[in-house]
Nanobody, 118 residues
Framework: QVRVVESGGGLVQPGGSLRLSCAAS????????VSWYAQAPGKQRELVAD???????HYADSVKGRFTISRDNAKNTVYLQMNSLKPEDTAVYSC????????????WGQGTQVTVSS
């Protein structure tokens, strides 16, 4: 059983920063693509950023230049550095890990709440 745990959320003022962490069990982590998603109240879950096993990254237009995704395979952890936060970034942030081994399962964490408010 693969366990995924997000952390680092909280309440921050507009313009502030947070760093989210996504930690997972499993020896396959270094070969897995990992994605961060955000789900705001009353809205669908949206892709925020992803990182491939080789370190290639992709960002939603709404967070380009403000968020940075990175990974530390030695710690089985992916990070999402969130800067210049806006109230519209308020959401539950979850990470998804794509298992590179058949049957190519996806694993999700429980999510961490980010609230941007003055």
């Amino acid at each position: 059983q693969v366990r995924v745990v997000e952390s680092g959320g909280g309440l921050v003022q507009p313009g502030g920063s947070l760093r989210l962490s996504c930690a997972a069990s499993g020896g396959f982590f270094s070969r897995a693509a990992v994605s961060w998603y955000a789900q705001a109240p009353g809205k669908q879950r949206e892709l925020v950023a992803d990182i491939s096993s080789s370190g290639n990254t992709h960002y939603a237009d709404s967070v380009k230049g403000r968020f940075t995704i990175s990974r530390d395979n030695a710690k089985n952890t992916v990070y999402l550095q969130m800067n210049s936060l806006k109230p519209e970034d308020t959401a539950v942030y979850s990470c998804r890990i794509n298992d590179p081994r058949p049957p190519w399962n996806d694993y999700w964490g429980q999510g961490t709440q980010v609230t941007v408010s003055s």
